[in-house]
């Protein structure tokens, strides 16, 4: 997981998805700006995980799985959501693969797209400098307003009390899987059990959505993962190893400024 370090500024929280969300705004604003843009972005967030929650039994993204509702009755979101986990799919040469495990669970993108339309609703508002950080996947957009990139910690998955490595990013997005909290819980669709290779993969790219994808595939890859990531084009990313043995490519390195284990 990683999260931003530098000093806040106007910063809001919101418990969502199983998770703490926080917008971190630094665009000069009214509160009532600040406070009418993130109440948007946390009602759509809510939206969000009513309809994917794979732990509600009548999320629709439940209903749909269970075939209680066809494809062409669902709204039109879960709708661009199936055909956006079978481009990752192929993207991923099938490591990406919603249909992997007991059930339809498109999670493993959900969060970062769902965090990139939030990030969008507040730059909808005026607020075009923020951070969204949901749970470690992080959206960035402007500037901090102490320099051009924003800092950046990604939490080391096997010493839970160090950073595998600090970053510093400008407008982008930073995204995270891993056995945190969860413990394995992404499969290999291949073999059809947890992928146990891996502790975690932090992808860093354009926007979270694809980020969000990746680092879920490169778990599901496990070792196999760095040769996949090392071909990517405009994406820098970093594993740790379940040992704790850590791999990047040589943008992600160029990226770290305090880079750990």
Known sequence: MSAPTACPGVVRRAEIMGTVVSFDV?????ADTIDTAVDEAVTWLRWVDDTFSTYKQNSEVN????????????C????????????????????????????????????????????DI??????????????GDIRLRGAPGTGPSWTVGVRHPVRHDAYCAVLLVGKGAVATSGTYERGPHVFDPFT??????????TVVGPDLTTA?????????????APDWLSSLEGYEAQVITSQGTSWSTPGFKCLAVQPQG
């Open 26 to 30: 630094r665009t000069p604003a009214a």
């Open 63 to 74: 209903r749909f799985d269970r075939g209680e509702l066809a494809l062409e009755d669902c």
């Open 76 to 119: 039109a979101e879960l709708a661009a959501m199936v055909t956006l986990c079978r481009g990752f799919n192929k993207e991923t040469k099938g490591f990406f693969d919603a249909w992997a495990g007991p059930r339809f669970d498109p999670s493993g993108v959900v969060k970062g797209w769902s965090m990139d339309r939030a990030s």
């Open 122 to 135: 507040l730059c909808g508002h005026g607020l075009v400098d923020h951070v969204v950080d949901g749970g």
């Open 192 to 201: 059809g059990r947890p992928a146990v290779g891996l502790a975690s993969a």
């Open 212 to 224: 969000d994808a990746f680092a879920t595939a490169a778990l599901a890859m496990g070792l196999r």
